[in-house]
């Protein structure tokens, strides 16, 4: 399997940007996707997914401004990131498990394929 993220850039505070992540090398409809990043001087946190019938699920941090969604006929996903702020500075990483029905989409443990990551920067 293969994960490619492409979309990042820098833009101002308020901004919106979108980041997509293509994928290869099985069948993409079948599994989870989910989106995390690492912020300077921080772990890599969770910040959406999004299962095979389409249920969504984000993290508090980003509820209400980010949206995942997938397009099962290009093996895409995106994720549309409105009123962006400096804290969403960041490297973001599409990400999926082996397992064929993940439930724990919140814990990156259980995703076996990363991408290498995009960079967001987000200026004020």
């Known amino acids: 399997v293969q994960l490619v993220e492409s979309g990042g850039g820098s833009v101002q505070a308020g901004d919106s940007l979108r980041i997509s992540c293509l994928s290869s090398?099985?069948?993409?409809?079948?599994?989870?996707m989910g989106w995390f990043r690492q912020r300077p001087g921080k772990d890599r946190e969770f910040v959406a997914a999004i299962t095979r019938v389409f249920e969504p699920t984000y993290a508090d941090a980003v509820k209400g401004r980010f949206t995942i969604s997938r397009d099962n006929a290009k093996d895409t996903l995106y994720l549309d990131m409105s009123d962006l702020k400096p804290e969403d500075t960041a490297v973001y990483y599409c990400?999926?498990?082996?397992?064929?029905?993940?439930?724990?989409?919140?814990?990156?443990?259980?995703?076996?394929?990363w991408g290498q990551g995009t960079q967001v920067t987000v200026s004020s």
């Open positions: 090398g099985r069948t993409f409809k079948s599994y989870v």
């Open positions: 990400a999926t498990p082996a397992a064929l029905f993940y439930e724990s989409v919140t814990y990156q443990e259980g995703y076996t394929w």
